[in-house]
């Protein structure tokens, strides 16, 4: 089974910058999609990014595009958001998801019934 553990994440200035990691236990192929979602106490789930493994072909909420990137590394099972220009707004857990999608399209529906991690914090004050 699929299970995802992220690191990273912690509290930064306004304008500053941060990766978060997700490694990939218990799965070895290019067929999985890979998401990073964000959540504030008492608001719904937000999608952040989104990329199918083997694909060089992300997605980004409009609220971070051209500020955050995702990026896997193959060789470590290992997926990554690197958030710059970060602002308070920001602030939020950091989810990592894991899910199939036959389309490979990896919309933010497929991750409902996948794997996820266990949030990181992410400040910015």
């Known amino acids: 089974e699929v299970q995802l553990v992220e690191s990273g994440g912690g509290s930064v200035q306004a304008g500053g910058s941060l990766r978060v990691s997700c490694a990939v236990l218990?799965?070895?192929?290019?067929?999985?999609?890979m998401g990073w979602f964000r959540q504030v106490s008492g608001k719904e789930r937000e999608a952040v990014a989104s990329?199918?493994?083997?694909?060089?072909?992300?997605y980004y909420a409009p609220s971070v595009k051209g500020r955050f990137a995702i990026a896997q590394d193959n060789a470590k099972n290992t997926v990554y958001l690197q958030m710059d220009s970060l602002k308070p707004e920001d602030s939020a857990t950091y989810y990592c998801?894991?899910?199939?999608?036959?389309?490979?399209?990896?919309?933010?529906?497929?991750?409902?019934?996948?794997?996820w991690g266990q949030g990181t914090q992410v400040t910015v004050s």
């Open positions: 990329i199918f493994i083997g694909r060089n072909q992300p």
């Open positions: 218990g799965y070895n192929g290019d067929d999985l999609c």
């Open positions: 998801a894991a899910a199939y999608d036959l389309y490979m399209a990896c919309p933010p529906r497929v991750f409902e019934a996948g794997y």
